[in-house]
């Protein structure tokens, strides 16, 4: 089992402080849904995890199993086992699915260790089929011209390539219609377990519907202010967000 | 007491740097060769021109061809009112003109510099190939594969040789068309070319003969084959079609400063010719390449080319669309690192109906590396249902990379579709955090944002080429970064 803890982080863009002292730990096993309205910094805790370059963690700490992270370049924290959904994920030009997906896994082997390619593929078609992605798609540019729903789902193949020990999954329902938030869905469902742990960060409760978590909790203002397990997510649904932040003005009155 | 040669001249001259760069543009160490019989000498008269011609036993009229060619050479001052200044610093009369085999210097493996000893590592170049280009061996003995190849082709009638020899043995062939795609007086270079050129391919194609595999000029690998002034000119009969490579991704090792080529080929009617040259030379290099092909009706020429080596490079590889529905092509990429200056374009002369041209050209600033596009397309009025379609993507890596853009369309009379896009970018800083988020360095992360910028052209090289290609912008990147 393998542990990634956030320590009373806080996190700025510039001037600007966003995360203001936030705490978790999340456990490979575990899924942790962070649920907030916008702007409360939810996307900008997983980037700077990730280690975005425009994201100063200002004090606090992330480790993996007691290490700190903070020191490690983008690709080494991906390479030890962190992997971010991006809500907006990029295009890469005249750089194909399968080409990528080949160089980031052969960047992890050893020194002078050589990809097996038949194995590769093998692999890359098996997850293409699960995800209902076109086995055309391998010779398409990464993310050029694809509906919101292809990005999306090309995401979730790169994840079940790479296989994270933990996966900070940011917005990943946005602009998804039901079938393919299902097949999202499906695609994290089947890699759940044990060695995993997942963060996933949504507005709306209907991805928690299909992705049930263990433990949710509410952002706001740059911090936890709310934990609970799922039926926490319904409650919000049922009461909109203003009654956590009444609960929190009455209780610091 | 023997006058100092080109070689001992520059190892004692104080260090010359690029006033620009500040970097040092000295060859690299080297020893120098045994006695040897004839010696041209350096700097440039109508003697070296004698000498040239009496040693390759020319007929009169090719002397007398190189002699007028001197003359223009002298008349025609520098063109540095458009090109770059740079061209002051070429000392022609440190220049040797001419260096038969024995002549030419060469260095121990030792000598060779380490980056270059990587290069050649990481573009797998076997190994009797690595001590030829690294200027150990004078020569590369390749004399098997090209006797094969030429006797296969032979059979179909081609004729595939140096221009001494096609001069010599088949002036009825090359005389026509020697020296009138290109004449000499086209440029300052041009006219250089014409007097002192050596070497180089000549190659004849049947009518209806498609010649299967590529002619190479690395078959025919000799000292003069990467020389200094390569003479090429091909001629394609009707219906007939050839593929035509030159130069490699390996880093190619040379005393001599300035290489200026002049290449012209000839499509006669439904001929094809696809001429396809990746050029790496040393970063001391001036490589000034007048290039020029002549398409008639329904013929099709296309022009392969990719620059990443040399201090400055000036190349302009041309169309001349004579006869109807003729086709004309140019795909170009360059990279231009530090201390180098790739300046490359394409020339689209439109001079009959219904002919069509496409200029794809990408280029690549790395550090403080400048790349230039200069195009020319002209249409003129008298013509009908002419196209031409030109792109020109930059890309810039640093923030003190340069590229500048001089497109020179001229079009007039009416029913001609001409579109001209260009775009000039950096590469995201969003996009390289997301793919180091998939585990790749800064470093691999680059590589494949600038192949990817480059892929599709990339894909029109034969294979081996592309995947060197891929390495040596591996290696390019690789500097950039940090």
Same mark, same amino acid.
């Given at each position: 089992?393998?542990?990634?803890?956030?320590?009373?982080?806080?996190?700025?863009?510039?001037?600007?402080?966003?995360?203001?002292?936030?705490?978790?730990?999340?456990?490979?096993?575990?899924?942790?849904?962070?649920?907030?309205?916008?702007?409360?910094?939810?996307?900008?805790?997983?980037?700077?995890?990730?280690?975005?370059?425009?994201?100063?963690?200002?004090?606090?700490?992330?480790?993996?199993?007691?290490?700190?992270?903070?020191?490690?370049?983008?690709?080494?924290?991906?390479?030890?086992?962190?992997?971010?959904?991006?809500?907006?994920?990029?295009?890469?030009?005249?750089?194909?699915?399968?080409?990528?997906?080949?160089?980031?896994?052969?960047?992890?082997?050893?020194?002078?260790?050589?990809?097996?390619?038949?194995?590769?593929?093998?692999?890359?078609?098996?997850?293409?089929?699960?995800?209902?992605?076109?086995?055309?798609?391998?010779?398409?540019?990464?993310?050029?011209?694809?509906?919101?729903?292809?990005?999306?789902?090309?995401?979730?193949?790169?994840?079940?390539?790479?296989?994270?020990?933990?996966?900070?999954?940011?917005?990943?329902?946005?602009?998804?219609?039901?079938?393919?938030?299902?097949?999202?869905?499906?695609?994290?469902?089947?890699?759940?377990?044990?060695?995993?742990?997942?963060?996933?960060?949504?507005?709306?409760?209907?991805?928690?519907?299909?992705?049930?978590?263990?433990?949710?909790?509410?952002?706001?203002?740059?911090?936890?202010?709310?934990?609970?397990?799922?039926?926490?997510?319904?409650?919000?649904?049922?009461?909109?967000?203003?009654?956590?932040?009444?609960?929190?003005?009455?209780?610091?009155? | 007491?023997?006058?100092?040669?080109?070689?001992?001249?520059?190892?004692?001259?104080?260090?010359?740097?690029?006033?620009?760069?500040?970097?040092?543009?000295?060859?690299?160490?080297?020893?120098?060769?045994?006695?040897?019989?004839?010696?041209?000498?350096?700097?440039?008269?109508?003697?070296?021109?004698?000498?040239?011609?009496?040693?390759?036993?020319?007929?009169?009229?090719?002397?007398?061809?190189?002699?007028?060619?001197?003359?223009?050479?002298?008349?025609?001052?520098?063109?540095?009112?458009?090109?770059?200044?740079?061209?002051?610093?070429?000392?022609?009369?440190?220049?040797?003109?001419?260096?038969?085999?024995?002549?030419?210097?060469?260095?121990?493996?030792?000598?060779?510099?380490?980056?270059?000893?990587? !290069?050649?590592?990481?573009?797998?170049? $076997? @190994?009797?190939? /690595? +001590?030829?280009?690294?200027? &150990?061996?004078?020569?590369? *003995?390749?004399?098997?594969?090209?006797?094969?190849?030429?006797?296969?082709?032979?059979?179909?009638?081609?004729?595939?040789?140096?221009? !001494?020899?096609?001069?010599?043995?088949? $002036? @009825?062939?090359? /005389? +026509?068309?020697?020296?009138? &795609?290109?004449?000499?007086? *086209?440029?300052?270079?041009?006219?250089?070319?014409?007097?002192?050129?050596?070497?180089?391919?000549?190659?004849?194609?049947?009518?209806?003969?498609?010649?299967?595999?590529?002619?190479?000029?690395?078959? /025919?690998?000799?000292?003069?084959?990467?020389?200094?002034?390569?003479?090429?000119?091909?001629?394609?009969?009707?219906?007939?079609?050839?593929?035509?490579?030159?130069?490699?991704?390996?880093?190619?090792?040379?005393?001599?400063?300035?290489?200026?080529?002049?290449?012209?080929?000839?499509?006669?009617?439904?001929?094809?010719?696809?001429?396809?040259?990746?050029?790496?030379?040393?970063?001391?290099?001036?490589?000034?390449?007048?290039?020029?092909?002549?398409?008639?009706?329904?013929?099709?020429?296309?022009?392969?080319?990719?620059?990443?080596?040399?201090?400055?490079?000036?190349?302009?590889?041309?169309?001349?669309?004579?006869?109807?529905?003729?086709?004309?092509?140019?795909?170009?990429?360059?990279?231009?690192?530090?201390?180098?200056?790739?300046?490359?374009?394409?020339?689209?002369?439109?001079?009959?109906?219904?002919?069509?041209?496409?200029?794809?050209?990408?280029?690549?600033?790395?550090?403080?590396?400048?790349?230039?596009?200069?195009?020319?397309?002209?249409?003129?009025?008298?013509?009908?249902?002419?196209?031409?379609?030109?792109?020109?993507?930059?890309?810039?890596?640093?923030?003190?990379?340069?590229?500048?853009?001089?497109?020179?369309?001229?079009?007039?009379?009416?029913?001609?579709?001409?579109?001209?896009?260009?775009?000039?970018?950096?590469?995201?800083?969003?996009?390289?955090?997301?793919?180091?988020?998939?585990?790749?360095?800064?470093?691999?992360?680059?590589?494949?944002?600038?192949?990817?910028?480059?892929?599709?052209?990339?894909?029109?090289?034969?294979?081996?080429?592309?995947?060197?290609?891929?390495?040596?912008?591996?290696?390019?990147?690789?500097?950039?970064?940090?």
């Amino acid at each position: 089992m393998n542990t990634l803890e956030i320590k009373d982080l806080h996190v700025s863009i510039g001037d600007k402080e966003i995360v203001k002292g936030l705490s978790l730990i999340i456990k490979t096993g575990e899924v942790h849904a962070i649920m907030g309205p916008n702007g409360t910094g939810k996307s900008t805790l997983s980037k700077a995890i990730a280690g975005h370059p425009d994201y100063t963690i200002t004090s606090g700490d992330v480790l993996i199993d007691g290490k700190s992270i903070l020191e490690m370049e983008p690709d080494e924290r991906a390479r030890a086992g962190v992997f971010l959904a991006f809500q907006y994920p990029s295009e890469i030009p005249g750089v194909t699915i399968a080409n990528f997906l080949r160089a980031a896994q052969q960047a992890r082997l050893a020194e002078g260790e050589e990809l097996d390619a038949t194995a590769y593929y093998k692999r890359l078609y098996s997850k293409m089929d699960m995800l209902k992605i076109d086995r055309k798609f391998t010779s398409r540019s990464v993310n050029e011209g694809f509906s919101g729903g292809e990005k999306k789902r090309c995401e979730i193949l790169q994840m079940a390539m790479l296989e994270p020990i933990f996966s900070l999954m940011d917005e990943t329902d946005s602009g998804l219609d039901i079938d393919a938030l299902r097949i999202v869905a499906d695609g994290v469902n089947a890699q759940r377990g044990e060695k995993l742990g997942v963060l996933l960060i949504t507005h709306y409760q209907r991805l928690l519907d299909y992705i049930v978590p263990d433990f949710v909790h509410v952002m706001w203002d740059g911090r936890i202010v709310k934990s609970g397990d799922k039926s926490l997510a319904l409650e919000l649904e049922a009461r909109g967000y203003d009654w956590v932040k009444q609960e929190l003005a009455a209780a610091s009155a | 007491m023997t006058p100092l040669t080109e070689i001992e001249a520059v190892a004692t001259d104080p260090v010359v740097e690029n006033p620009s760069v500040g970097i040092d543009q000295t060859a690299g160490n080297f020893s120098y060769d045994v006695a040897y019989e004839f010696d041209a000498g350096s700097g440039l008269s109508e003697k070296t021109v004698e000498y040239i011609s009496s040693v390759k036993k020319e007929a009169p009229w090719i002397l007398e061809f190189r002699k007028k060619a001197l003359k223009t050479f002298e008349s025609m001052p520098l063109p540095t009112h458009w090109a770059t200044k740079d061209l002051e610093n070429i000392d022609f009369n440190k220049i040797r003109y001419y260096l038969s085999q024995g002549q030419k210097p060469k260095r121990t493996w030792e000598e060779v510099p380490d980056d270059i000893k990587k !290069t050649f590592e990481r573009l797998g170049i $076997p @190994e009797q190939e /690595r +001590k030829f280009l690294a200027g &150990v061996e004078a020569q590369f *003995d390749s004399e098997a594969a090209y006797s094969n190849i030429k006797d296969i082709v032979a059979k179909q009638g081609v004729i595939f040789c140096n221009s !001494t020899e096609a001069l010599r043995e088949h $002036p @009825e062939i090359f /005389r +026509k068309w020697f020296g009138k &795609v290109i004449p000499t007086s *086209d440029n300052k270079f041009s006219a250089l070319n014409s007097a002192v050129f050596s070497g180089g391919s000549f190659i004849y194609v049947p009518p209806g003969v498609k010649v299967a595999q590529p002619l190479q000029a690395y078959f /025919r690998i000799n000292a003069e084959n990467f020389g200094q002034f390569e003479r090429t000119l091909i001629i394609v009969d009707e219906g007939a079609e050839v593929t035509y490579m030159e130069g490699c991704t390996a880093p190619k090792f040379s005393t001599a400063t300035l290489h200026s080529a002049v290449v012209e080929l000839v499509a006669l009617k439904g001929a094809k010719i696809q001429y396809i040259t990746v050029q790496n030379w040393a970063s001391n290099v001036y490589n000034l390449v007048t290039k020029r092909g002549l398409a008639m009706e329904e013929a099709e020429i296309k022009w392969i080319d990719c620059n990443i080596g040399s201090r400055l490079t000036m190349k302009y590889p041309g169309v001349i669309l004579k006869g109807r529905k003729a086709r004309g092509e140019v795909i170009s990429i360059a990279l231009a690192n530090d201390g180098q200056h790739q300046d490359t374009g394409a020339k689209m002369i439109h001079a009959a109906d219904e002919t069509t041209s496409t200029i794809v050209a990408k280029s690549i600033s790395v550090g403080q590396g400048r790349s230039t596009y200069r195009g020319v397309v002209h249409i003129p009025k008298h013509l009908k249902g002419c196209k031409n379609n030109t792109e020109c993507d930059a890309l810039l890596i640093n923030t003190n990379s340069r590229t500048d853009t001089y497109p020179a369309i001229t079009v007039r009379g009416d029913q001609h579709a001409v579109q001209h896009e260009a775009s000039v970018s950096k590469v995201s800083e969003e996009q390289i955090f997301y793919m180091q988020q998939r585990g790749l360095t800064e470093g691999q992360a680059m590589s494949l944002s600038v192949n990817g910028f480059i892929n599709d052209l990339a894909r029109q090289f034969p294979m081996e080429y592309s995947v060197e290609l891929k390495r040596l912008i591996d290696l390019e990147m690789e500097g950039s970064v940090g």
